[in-house]
């Protein structure tokens, strides 16, 4: 019997251990797909100057409820 072959093996468990932990870590095929990024949406938009008024008048914004500004 010697010594060194029974430390030789120890080391080898050890290894194989820590090959099974690390396994063990990695995402597993159930992982649920990450949802889709939702883009905000501008409700607001203030109209150009000679577009039609957002307030339904139909007279353009300039002259409507942006007169003066
Ligand atoms: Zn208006």
Known sequence: MSKHSDAGSKK????????????????????????????????????GRNDPCSCGSGKKYKQCCGKGK
Do not use: A, H, N
């Not at 820590?18 to 995402?27: A, S, V």
């Open 12 to 47: 080898f468990l050890d290894r194989e251990k820590k090959e099974k932990e690390y396994k063990k870590q990695l995402p597993g095929e159930d992982d649920p797909p990450l949802p889709e990024p939702v883009e905000p949406i501008k409700s607001e938009k203030t109209p």
